[in-house]
């Protein structure tokens, strides 16, 4: 069994010799889950998301993830039996590990949460719209957490499916939008109308979507990519990446000239969705 392991591993990195987070400066020393496991329920992560990485960029999430993992079990609909004790046991990991955090939180009432709801634009008429994530305050650094793990994720998918390492002067954009935000007037739904890949995530034959989801597109070259992600009912982080950083101002050009066609006016190379 460990000599299997070993060679499994000397054979993953001989085909990922370079860490795929660090513009490929280091060389790959360690297996990295991404997403992690931790953010699954009973840690049974996709099959096939392990990325080669340094030992600097496989650890540096670790804080992260254990907050991520708190924040990705927040629900809309009720809780199964697994869920909730998942949930709790990653409230009290989030309730040791950032005090500050959960003692910050504003919990409102349902007045006051469709209230909130009925100023973005959102129908509380709803079914489950009293279990949205704004129905609490968050510190911003809780989200700005969530963004940095989508600039993470989007390399590891851009690598996924393009087989480039995304360059360290690429431009990486990761907006966050809690499951309020997603459902309101302001999330780009039009302009994201043109990410058309659908990825099969799934452990064995078991489905995980209901956990983790995504979209893409990716241009020909791996110059550029865009991913929807969504997390469960939580968050949905939406991650665009330039390789050339010249070729994002032409983009940023272009959608000045082009408002109306946001999303058609990212990239102007034929897409190839692998």
């Known amino acids: 069994m460990a000599g299997a392991r070993s060679n499994r591993r000397r054979n993953f990195f001989a085909l ?17 889950h991404v997403p992690g496991r931790g953010l699954f329920l009973g840690r049974q992560w996709p099959s096939g998301y392990v990325f080669p990485a340094c030992f600097s960029c496989n650890n540096e999430a670790s804080q992260g993830e254990a907050l991520l993992a708190w924040l990705v079990r927040i629900r809309i ?23 500050e955090i959960v003692d910050g939180l504003k919990f409102h009432s349902r007045v006051e949460s469709r209230r909130f709801l009925k100023e973005m634009g959102v129908p509380t008429t709803m079914p489950g719209v009293d279990g949205v994530l704004h129905s609490m305050d968050f510190p911003d650094h809780v989200l700005d957490v969530a963004s940095d793990y989508g600039v993470k994720l989007g390399k590891a998918l851009h690598y996924f499916h ?3 390492i995304v360059p360290s002067v690429a431009v990486i954009d990761a907006k966050v939008y809690t499951n309020a935000n997603a459902m309101g007037p302001q999330f780009p739904a039009q302009a994201l109308a043109f990410i ?3 990825a099969e995530i799934q452990r064995a034959s078991t489905s995980l979507i209901s956990q983790f989801d995504y979209r893409y597109t990716v241009v020909e070259g791996g110059e550029a990519s865009a991913f929807v ?14 390789a050339d950083p010249e070729r994002h101002k032409q983009a940023q050009a272009a959608r000045k000239l082009r408002e109306s066609q946001v999303g058609t006016a990212l990239f102007s190379a034929p897409q190839s969705e692998h």
């Open 16 to 32: 990922h010799p370079k860490c795929c987070f660090c513009g490929g400066s280091a060389d790959a020393t360690t297996e990295d």
């Open 77 to 99: 609909t009720d809780f199964s039996p697994e869920e909730e004790r998942e949930f709790n046991r990653c409230t009290y990991e989030v309730s040791r590990r950032f005090p």
């Open 196 to 198: 058309t890949g659908q």
């Open 162 to 164: 393009s087989g480039r």
């Open 229 to 242: 992600i969504s997390f469960g009912e939580s968050l949905v982080i939406v991650v665009s990446i330039f």
